[in-house]
């Protein structure tokens, strides 16, 4: 999976990480290519402390919520968004229910959608910002790149500077049609 952290002014750099997550949504593709050996085992690099703030864009299931809680062993300091309601998510995963309930000190917001958080959301500084697996749902190359792009265009204002130590992390599954995205190129087309 690739992660790009923000180095510096207008730049971004990927680095490759495994999600600490384990979303449901995407299991039968990781298996698949694990099979197929498009998959590769990566070494992990992203750093979420218990002192860091973080925004996370775009849940399915809160699954990741629920391993980052279980990595970092604090659950203040989260904000967890999801461009579906919470009727929607109970109704597309029932596990959330009890997974939500246990996220006390988590801020759960609904209807977000990641690429236009100022509509959704306040401008607050966050340590990091990860955009879990990011899909608009529509397999076409040219729609998930816009989504990228919107994303990359706005997220500026949620994210600390890069000398202060703010990183944003975006996790893809290396392989076919994720790297036709090329992340790097629309994350510097955002100059972000």
Known sequence: MKSLKKKGKGKAKAADKKSTGKGTFLKNKREKLKKSNKLKKTKKTASYSENHTIL????????????????RKKREGIVSTTKHSKQQIL???????????SF????????VDPANLKRSMS??????????FPSS?????????NLL??????????????????????NLINGSP???????????ESKF
Not at 104 to 110: C, L
């Open 137 to 145: 749902g529509d397999q076409r190359v040219h729609v998930n790149r």
């Open 56 to 71: 996370v864009c775009g849940e399915r299931d809160f699954s990741f919520t629920k391993g980052l809680i279980r990595h």
């Open 149 to 170: 792009r919107d994303f990359f265009a706005n997220v500026g204002c949620f994210v600390k500077s890069a000398q202060r130590g703010g990183e944003v992390h975006v």
């Open 104 to 111: 006390q000190d988590v801020k759960i917001m609904y209807s």
């Open 123 to 132: 401008p607050t500084l966050f340590d990091r910002v990860i955009f879990n």
């Open 91 to 101: 109704e597309k995963c029932p596990k959330a229910t009890a997974w939500l309930d």
């Open 178 to 188: 994720y790297d036709k995205w090329d992340v790097k190129k629309v994350a510097a």
